[in-house]
Structure formats: structure tokens, C-alpha cells
């Protein structure tokens, strides 16, 4: 095992998908999002929108994980269980609130 990757199980509650994913950790989250999300998008013939608001949360114990941050520094390790949702930050004072939901969406051939 290369000490420099994490093995995740990636969670695609829209697409109804599962993936298990090696993930530099050394990178930050942010950049893991959109290259997660341009990978998937491109795995489901660009069925799954990207974008700005989508949010990496922790499957067993619901934490967000700070995009600002490497995969090392929030404490991603191998086997951790993470699910990929729609989700924007909204700082209230010195609160940081997160608004997070599930969009389903649906390729025209599915309809």
C-alpha cells in the first residue's frame, strides 16, 4: 500500500452509486471533490452535475469535512466511509451552518 493514498468507499446518494477509491492524501479536499466529481460525471455519460456546493460527509458519524484541508489533515484514513451530497455553507456570525440535500437526477433515457 502506497502510504501517500488512502482507500475510501465513495458513497453517490444521487446517481445511486458506490465506489471504492484510492485518494491522494496530500491534496485538499476541495480538489478531491472536483476530481471525484469529473470522474463520476464522466463514468455516468455526464448524467452528474458538479459543482461548487457539493460536500464530502463522513457515513458513520455525519461530520463535513473542511475542503480547505488535505485528506491527511481531516483525518481520512483508509476503509473510511464517505458519501458525496449537495450542500452549501452558510456563515451566520461565528457559526458555519450547513444546508445539505439529496438531488436525485436522471438521465432522458431513463425517464
Same mark, same amino acid.
Given at each position: 500500500?502506497?502510504?501517500?493514498?488512502?482507500?475510501?468507499?465513495?458513497?453517490?446518494?444521487?446517481?445511486?452509486?458506490?465506489?471504492?477509491?484510492?485518494?491522494?492524501?496530500?491534496?485538499? *479536499?476541495l480538489?478531491?471533490?472536483?476530481?471525484?466529481?469529473?470522474?463520476?460525471?464522466?463514468?455516468?455519460d455526464?448524467?452528474?452535475?458538479?459543482g461548487?456546493?457539493?460536500?464530502?460527509?463522513?457515513?458513520?458519524?455525519?461530520?463535513?469535512?473542511?475542503?480547505?484541508? *488535505?485528506?491527511?489533515?481531516?483525518?481520512?484514513?483508509?476503509g473510511?466511509?464517505?458519501?458525496?451530497?449537495?450542500?452549501? @455553507?452558510?456563515?451566520?456570525?461565528?457559526?458555519?451552518?450547513?444546508?445539505?440535500?439529496? @438531488?436525485?437526477? @436522471?438521465?432522458?433515457?431513463? @425517464?
Amino acid at each position: 500500500m502506497n502510504n501517500n493514498k488512502v482507500c475510501v468507499d465513495l458513497i453517490v446518494p444521487s446517481i445511486e452509486e458506490k465506489y471504492n477509491v484510492f485518494i491522494p492524501v496530500n491534496k485538499k *479536499t476541495l480538489e478531491i471533490i472536483f476530481l471525484l466529481s469529473k470522474a463520476i460525471n464522466d463514468m455516468n455519460d455526464g448524467s452528474f452535475p458538479g459543482g461548487e456546493h457539493l460536500s464530502l460527509i463522513n457515513a458513520e458519524d455525519g461530520k463535513v469535512y473542511d475542503v480547505e484541508k *488535505t485528506f491527511l489533515e481531516n483525518n481520512i484514513l483508509n476503509g473510511t466511509k464517505l458519501v458525496l451530497l449537495w450542500g452549501r @455553507r452558510i456563515v451566520d456570525g461565528n457559526k458555519h451552518i450547513w444546508l445539505l440535500t439529496i @438531488r436525485c437526477w @436522471r438521465s432522458s433515457s431513463n @425517464r
